[in-house]
């Protein structure tokens, strides 16, 4: 596979990922509201859904995005690539806390209000944001 596939699968996967990264926090808004068994039962069903369909789309994600820096050697040895690797990784972990935070909803232990959530759904933007910067603009520091 040339290098303009595996980077246009690695965009389509990491633009699909954050497309849940960016909902999933949303539902939790609405579920942190919910007071309506069937309408918490119901969220929890697209939370549940929704982190089992983004999960593999990550996975691809990630995998097309070493085989850019491992093969290719895109970015490799430059700041602004070390950069994105650590954002990378800050947002492996979001997904991580998103799935902890949807065990807590189903085990009904959750401690976080909707307004919590509102600043949680921010994060995947501002890692976005930055990610974006560092590939386009390619800072030096």
Same mark, same amino acid.
């Not at 965009?11 to 909902?23: D, K, Q, T």
């Not at 926090?25 to 808004?29: E, G, N, S, T």
């Not at 119901?42 to 789309?57: D, E, I, V």
């Given at each position: 596979?040339? $290098?303009?596939?595996? =980077? +246009? *699968?690695h965009?389509? *996967?990491?633009?699909? #990922?954050?497309?849940?990264? *960016?909902?999933l926090?949303?539902? $939790?808004?609405n579920? %942190? @509201?919910?007071t !309506?068994? =069937?309408? @918490? %039962? ?9 982190? /089992?369909?983004? +999960? ?8 097309f ?5 491992? $093969?290719? =050697?895109?970015? #490799?040895? !430059?700041? #602004? ?13 979001? &997904?991580?806390?998103?799935?902890? $935070?949807?065990? @807590? ?5 959750? @401690?976080?209000? &909707?307004?919590?959530? /509102? ?12 990610? +974006? %910067?560092?590939?386009?603009? =390619?800072?030096?520091?």
């Open positions: 596979m040339g $290098y303009l596939w595996v =980077k +246009t *699968f965009i389509l *996967f990491m633009v699909s #990922w954050f497309a849940g990264l *960016f909902y926090p949303r539902i $939790y808004v579920l %942190a @509201q919910a !309506d068994p =069937k309408n @918490q %039962a119901l969220l929890l069903g697209m939370a549940g859904r929704l982190y /089992r369909f983004m +999960t593999p789309l990550g996975v691809l994600a990630l995998i995005g070493l085989w850019l820096y491992l $093969y290719y =050697k895109i970015g #490799w040895g !430059d700041n #602004w690539m070390h950069a994105k690797l650590l954002l990378v990784i800050g947002l492996v972990i979001f &997904h991580g806390v998103c799935r902890h $935070y949807l065990r @807590q909803f189903e085990l009904g232990k959750m @401690q976080h209000g &909707h307004v919590f959530f /509102r600043w949680f759904n921010e994060i995947p933007v501002l890692i976005l944001l930055a990610i +974006t %910067a560092l590939v386009v603009i =390619k800072p030096y520091f």
